[in-house]
């Protein structure tokens, strides 16, 4: 892949993000420069910034970056606000605004921000409690009005609206129409919301459900073909998923995904049990309705075997289906070749956009980030879109 090449794939999965990055960064430094130069030559605080030796011009300057960061560190916590502005941004105008999914993220960001300045704040001689005041054309001295609550007014009031919603929808009831019995232990509710929000366990249990908000997964129907990545726990929001694909299919909906590969990396092989159910049913619909190839399914254990489960496998190697999980594919041991499967999915769909989504370890992730990245390959119109779902 040439330079070229390369660059436009970084394009595709870094630079928007990094564009707001730089984008907040500099709003900031403009506010401060731009405040340092009043105080640094506003004639009613020269005497002032002389007596401080420059002291107050910088101290009071960076109140400016401090205001902005504080209204944009509630913004980023306004779940409701930000999963809407989501699904119409994505949608409908360029999926470069997928960044949004790391709001949290940025929250913590704006805090780092707020220490940041208010360190440069402290560290300098400046006036608190409106004990800074500049020289009047009267010649008496007045301290300069009060502006920082104009920066945080209107996010408040939009949190304030946040905080109303979530209330109202704790308010309501979803039914719970099914609830099934995982082995290790594990459960399966399954609810049909028709107008709220409260969902009861048991007569003595009451448990609060808020959503849904917009996650990654949401965009993985704007994809020809989407490629599913849970590891551990991890797998949990790719149940949903995956049965919401196969609904649709099973509806005759119309739908752009034309491919599915899921791939689950499990530790321990104890944990197949409560998703091999799903799977299995899968398996068994596709086949019957004549879409085995629909979704591709590659399980992999990373655990060490013992001596019984390897000469278990040897032994049952030419069966039908797997040992292990039971499903019709079988079960690959140790941890996926990503070079190996990048380079299957960009020869098998060259000139298609594929999602990649994933939800496990920051460790995976950087190397499926970085997988997206390399086989970007602009020559032959296929991108690999990379869409981390955040618990």
């Not at 949608?91 to 780092?112: E, G, M, N, P």
């Not at 899968?282 to 019984?308: A, C, H, N, P, Y």
Request: one cysteine or more; charged letters at 20%.
């Amino acid at each position: 892949m040439g330079v070229r090449s390369r660059a436009i794939s970084y394009l595709v999965n870094e630079v928007p993000m990094y564009l707001f990055v730089f984008a907040f960064i500099g709003v900031q430094i403009y506010l401060w420069v731009e405040d340092y130069i009043f105080w640094h030559t506003a004639p009613q605080y020269v005497l002032l910034e002389r007596e401080t030796c420059g002291a107050l011009s910088i101290a009071r300057s960076s109140s400016s970056p401090i205001r902005f960061a504080s209204a944009l560190i509630i913004v980023a916590v306004c779940r409701n606000f930000i999963s809407l502005t989501r699904f119409y941004l994505v949608t409908y105008v360029s999926r470069i605004f997928r960044f949004l999914d790391k709001s949290l993220v940025f929250h913590r960001t704006c805090a780092w921000s707020i220490l940041f300045w208010t360190v440069v704040h402290s560290l300098v001689t400046h006036g608190t409690g409106r004990l800074v005041q500049g020289q009047t054309p009267n010649g008496t001295f007045a301290a300069p009005p009060a502006v920082a609550w104009q920066w945080v007014l209107g996010p408040v009031l939009l949190y304030t609206i946040e905080r109303m919603v979530r209330f109202y929808r704790a308010s309501l009831k979803v039914t719970i129409v099914k609830v099934v019995q995982h082995s290790a232990k594990t459960f399966e509710l399954q609810m049909r919301r028709e107008d709220g929000s409260v969902v009861a366990v048991n007569p003595n249990t009451v448990m609060k459900v808020d959503g849904p908000f917009g996650t990654a997964s949401e965009d993985a129907f704007d994809y020809e073909v989407a490629v599913f990545v849970g590891a551990g726990i991890g797998v949990t929001p790719f149940a949903s998923l995956l049965k919401s694909v196969w609904y649709q299919q099973m509806q005759g909906i119309n739908l752009k995904m034309k491919k599915v590969y899921f791939y689950w990396l499990v530790r321990e092989k104890e944990s197949f049990t409560w998703f091999s159910d799903l799977l299995d049913a899968l398996e068994d619909q596709m086949s019957e309705f004549g879409r085995s190839g629909f979704i591709e399914t590659k399980v992999f254990l990373t655990e060490r075997l013992g001596e019984d489960d390897v000469q278990h496998i040897a032994v049952t190697a030419q069966e039908q289906g797997d040992t292990i999980t039971g499903l019709k594919s079988k079960t690959f041991f140790g941890r996926p070749n990503w070079e190996r499967e990048f380079t299957h999915m960009l020869q098998n769909h060259s000139g298609t956009d594929v999602g990649v989504f994933f939800c496990g370890p920051k460790a995976i992730s950087s190397k499926l980030h970085t997988a997206c990245n390399k086989y970007t390959d602009e020559a032959t119109s296929t991108r690999f879109w990379y869409n981390k779902e955040n618990f």
